[in-house]
């Protein structure tokens, strides 16, 4: 079974968006095993670059404003290629001051959902939601409809 890291600048402290997040690590639970990895902030990008580095396994998918652009079918597409190769695929999300230019320049694909900014905390259940929804996809599901 594929391996899933969401890799995270902060913790969540409303309850509602944890038990967001928890509903869908759960969902992904038939299709992958969902770890989530919750990093404390950091003195500066820079020292929260080089913790982010030393989580970040597999494929390394960094959300970032300047990132590409994918509907739910591109990245359900792009997560089928690298479950079939057996990839294990690491996301990130950094804390309200970004990603250090070392961990994007690290990542394998920059993606920006939005040219929009969301809150981090809503941004993870955002995230959590569409990798479920492209492993719907990738199986055939109505879901994603």
């Known amino acids: 079974m594929i391996k899933v890291n969401i890799v995270c ?17 759960k969902r992904l639970s038939r299709f992958c095993r969902a770890e989530i ?5 950091g003195r500066s990008l820079e020292d929260e670059g080089e913790t982010i580095l030393r989580r970040v396994r597999g494929y390394v998918i960094a959300l970032c404003v300047e990132g590409q652009k ?15 190769d057996g990839k294990e695929i690491t996301f990130i999300i950094g804390s309200s001051c970004g ?9 394998h694909l920059k ?3 939005s040219d929009m900014t969301f809150p981090h905390q809503l941004m993870r259940v955002i995230l959590c939601e569409q990798i479920y929804r492209a492993f719907m996809i990738n199986g055939g ?5």
Request: charge should be neutral.
């Open 111 to 113: 993606l920006s959902f």
């Open 9 to 25: 600048v902060g913790k969540i402290k409303e309850q509602f968006y944890r038990d967001a997040v928890a509903e869908y690590v």
């Open 70 to 84: 994918l509907s739910s079918t591109g990245l359900a597409a792009r997560m089928k290629q690298l479950c079939d």
């Open 37 to 41: 990895c919750e990093l404390a902030e």
């Open 141 to 145: 599901g109505e879901y994603h409809k």
């Open 99 to 107: 990603l250090a230019e070392k961990v994007k320049a690290a990542a």
